[in-house]
């Protein structure tokens, strides 16, 4: 009876469910979307402002550092005490952030605004990783390259609403992406409330069922220092992607205008296609994951890039939008798997570990940004692009991860 019981609430879980991470895969893409207004007019702005490299790493850096340092303190108190509305907190910091970015008069403002937009996706991710997984139905590589592929979608929207909106008319068209912000809140009402309640009929279901015995397989996840270890080697290879995407999200733009010539349009357009390529790259990383194992992902990911980033400096205007099309997908399919591994090593800190390697990704990738900057304005934008093709060979240190047997369905 209980089983029977048991059986159908899980069904009718596993059927709601669907449509909530759905919802969590489209507040990701508005999410990611609305961040990703700050790289996409950099061209105008630096422009505008009279900025140097530099200064535009800065706001790089800014976005990202209020965006990575208290997304692993948000986690580790959801995982504590889930908090499925403070997601509508997050985006309302955006909003104000977004608002900040239109009308920003001064250098300053434009950094207090990227602030905004940073801190509200600190609050986002966390929780939203949490219910993701929680979502997942036990297929977690899945789950989260579903959640992912939204925020990748929404990263690459950024340069076409540029393009097409405000290169056209104006600093000032960025406040009317705050209907974007409002229609993910509401989104984001609606996803809590739905989890929330089919959260409470499973929870009930289970207390009312016979308690299953645990088997509890020491080999199957190391422990101890084994894990920190392993958490370390995840961040260093985190780091390598993060700094190599850095250089495209910043100053990629400027490379085509600078070595090709195209317009400001232009430039954007080829940004489009090197942020879209990453929406399929991370789902079919995150679907390949549970089928061949995090760690040939992450192998194949990172490493498997590095040739096509050794020929790209030296490659033509059509080859190298082709090039990047091609990295992109490749190393787009790391995070999933990164990120899938690092919560099977400590599985009860889901959103911990999700705001802490979001954060991370942030906080690396504007590290970078401001390093890449001060690189730039000394080497020169073409020699940059040659020096960041070789970061992906950090990729080999994936090596020294242990092989888990949670990685492998």
Same mark, same amino acid.
């Given at each position: 009876?209980?089983?029977?019981? &048991?059986?159908?609430?899980?069904?009718?879980?596993?059927?709601?469910?669907?449509?909530?991470?759905?919802?969590?895969?489209?507040?990701?893409?508005?999410?990611?979307?609305?961040?990703?207004?700050?790289?996409?007019?950099?061209?105008?702005?630096?422009?505008?402002?009279?900025?140097?490299?530099?200064?535009?790493?800065?706001?790089?850096?800014?976005?990202?550092?209020?965006?990575?340092?208290?997304? %692993?303190?948000?986690?580790?108190?959801?995982?504590?005490?889930?908090?499925?509305?403070?997601?509508?907190?997050?985006?309302?910091?955006?909003?104000?952030?977004?608002?900040?970015?239109?009308?920003?008069?001064?250098?300053?403002?434009?950094?207090?605004?990227?602030?905004?937009?940073?801190? $509200?996706?600190?609050?986002?991710?966390?929780?939203?990783?949490?219910?993701?997984?929680?979502?997942?139905?036990?297929?977690?590589?899945?789950?989260?390259?579903?959640?992912?592929?939204?925020?990748? &979608?929404?990263?690459?929207?950024?340069?076409?609403?540029?393009?097409?909106?405000?290169? %056209?008319?104006?600093?000032?068209?960025?406040?009317?992406?705050?209907?974007?912000?409002?229609?993910?809140?509401?989104?984001?009402?609606?996803?809590?409330?739905?989890?929330?309640?089919?959260?409470?009929?499973?929870?009930?279901?289970?207390?009312?069922?016979?308690?299953?015995?645990?088997?509890?397989?020491?080999?199957?996840? %190391?422990?101890? &220092?084994?894990?920190?270890?392993?958490?370390?080697?995840?961040?260093?290879?985190?780091?390598?992607?993060?700094?190599?995407?850095?250089?495209?999200?910043?100053?990629?733009?400027?490379?085509?205008?600078?070595?090709?010539?195209?317009?400001?349009?232009?430039?954007?357009?080829?940004?489009?296609?090197?942020?879209?390529?990453?929406?399929?790259?991370?789902?079919?990383?995150?679907?390949?994951?549970?089928? =061949?194992?995090?760690?040939?992902?992450?192998?194949?990911?990172?490493? $498997?890039?590095?040739?096509?980033?050794?020929?790209?400096?030296?490659?033509?205007?059509?080859?190298?939008?082709?090039?990047?099309?091609?990295?992109?997908?490749?190393?787009?399919?790391?995070?999933?798997? =990164?990120?899938?591994?690092?919560?099977?090593?400590?599985?009860?800190?889901?959103?911990?570990?999700?705001?802490?390697?979001?954060?991370?990704?942030?906080?690396?990738?504007?590290?970078?940004?401001?390093?890449?900057?001060?690189?730039?304005?000394?080497?020169?934008?073409?020699?940059?692009?040659?020096?960041?093709?070789?970061?992906?060979?950090?990729?080999?240190?994936?090596?020294?991860?242990?092989?888990?047997?949670?990685?492998?369905?």
């Amino acid at each position: 009876m209980n089983m029977n019981v &048991s059986g159908q609430s899980m069904a009718l879980q596993s059927a709601v469910m669907l449509p909530v991470l759905i919802a969590l895969s489209a507040t990701h893409l508005l999410n990611d979307m609305i961040q990703s207004l700050i790289p996409a007019i950099y061209p105008i702005i630096k422009s505008v402002y009279g900025l140097d490299f530099g200064q535009v790493g800065m706001i790089t850096l800014t976005f990202q550092i209020t965006a990575s340092l208290l997304q %692993p303190a948000v986690g580790y108190y959801t995982d504590r005490n889930p908090m499925p509305y403070s997601m509508v907190i997050g985006m309302g910091s955006s909003l104000l952030g977004l608002l900040g970015l239109a009308y920003a008069g001064s250098y300053s403002l434009l950094l207090v605004a990227a602030a905004f937009v940073g801190l $509200g996706s600190s609050i986002f991710h966390p929780e939203a990783t949490r219910m993701a997984r929680s979502a997942s139905g036990g297929r977690h590589g899945f789950a989260q390259g579903v959640f992912q592929v939204g925020g990748q &979608s929404g990263s690459a929207l950024g340069p076409v609403l540029a393009a097409f909106i405000i290169v %056209p008319f104006g600093q000032t068209s960025i406040a009317w992406f705050s209907v974007a912000a409002l229609v993910a809140m509401m989104l984001m009402v609606w996803t809590a409330r739905t989890f929330a309640r089919v959260q409470r009929a499973h929870a009930a279901t289970v207390a009312s069922a016979p308690k299953p015995v645990r088997n509890v397989t020491p080999e199957s996840a %190391p422990v101890g &220092s084994s894990v920190l270890f392993s958490l370390v080697i995840l961040m260093v290879l985190l780091f390598s992607k993060s700094a190599y995407s850095s250089s495209f999200n910043s100053f990629y733009t400027f490379y085509l205008i600078h070595k090709f010539g195209v317009s400001v349009q232009a430039s954007q357009m080829m940004l489009f296609l090197f942020l879209a390529a990453a929406a399929a790259g991370t789902l079919g990383g995150g679907i390949l994951g549970d089928k =061949i194992g995090r760690k040939n992902i992450i192998w194949f990911s990172i490493l $498997g890039a590095l040739p096509f980033t050794l020929i790209l400096p030296f490659a033509n205007l059509f080859w190298t939008g082709v090039l990047t099309v091609v990295i992109n997908l490749i190393m787009s399919s790391a995070f999933a798997a =990164i990120l899938i591994y690092a919560i099977e090593l400590l599985p009860r800190r889901a959103g911990m570990i999700g705001g802490l390697f979001y954060g991370l990704s942030f906080g690396l990738g504007g590290l970078a940004a401001v390093i890449l900057g001060e690189m730039a304005d000394y080497v020169g934008i073409e020699m940059l692009f040659r020096i960041c093709a070789f970061l992906p060979a950090i990729g080999l240190l994936a090596w020294f991860l242990p092989s888990l047997r949670s990685n492998v369905r």
